[in-house]
């Protein structure tokens, strides 16, 4: 299905723009303040969200302003995405527009709990871009080597014939896709040293 298309940038002056790659929609996207690239991040490095639209239109598209900070499909169910301002006092789920949906309000203190997690993956998404650095065979390949647990490190030293940085995206997409996980990530900065270990069918690793 296609989703909700973007609406153009309305940002205040103390707001920064961030123009980043998104791997998931192959494609450069514009967000306005910490808070949107710290939930961008984590919408691009879960392995359950399939889709998203960031400052989304509604469903007829004519909203001149957008109603949510991202429409996402996690999991193969549609839900709309919005920053809680920081004077809001409840965390409710309010509705957009005549079709009704849902909206999941975010608090800060929810991406503050993800902190490691959102830091690490803003290091390790620069890797994915625009072009396939690591092939499918490679990719295989680092699966094997990960087995039951390796650092990076070790698969890495595994492939002394490739490219280090190819080994390397060779497991953050693997990361990326849901192949491999990693405790580490959600507790430790990220370095040579993070253990990832292979996923079984039906698991995901992503903060709830």
Not at 50 to 69: K, N, V
Not at 177 to 199: C, H, M, Y
């Amino acid at each position: 299905m296609t989703g909700p298309i973007a609406l153009p940038v309305q940002r205040s002056p103390r707001q920064t723009l961030h123009h980043v790659w998104a791997p998931k929609l192959r494609r450069i996207v514009m967000l306005t303040g910490q808070d949107q690239l710290h939930l961008w991040t984590m919408l691009e490095a879960h392995p359950g969200v399939s889709q998203y639209c960031e400052r989304p239109a509604g469903h007829l598209g004519t909203e001149t302003t957008p109603t949510a900070d991202f429409w996402v499909m996690r999991e193969g169910i549609q839900t709309w995405l919005r920053l809680q301002d920081a004077q809001a006092k409840d965390s409710v789920v309010t509705t957009v527009g005549p079709s009704s949906e849902s909206v999941e309000l975010i608090s800060r203190d929810e991406l503050r709990r993800h902190r490691v997690w959102i830091d690490n993956w803003l290091s390790l998404l620069p890797y994915l871009t625009s072009t396939d650095v690591a092939d499918r065979s490679l990719q295989a390949h680092v699966l094997e080597a990960a087995g039951h647990e390796a650092t990076f490190d070790e698969i890495e030293r595994r492939f002394l014939r490739a490219d280090a940085v190819v080994t390397r995206t060779a497991i953050i997409a693997a990361l990326h896709k849901g192949l491999l996980i990693s405790e580490d990530l959600q507790s430790r900065p990220w370095d040579r040293n993070t253990r990832v270990r292979r996923t079984w069918p039906g698991e995901r690793h992503a903060p709830k």
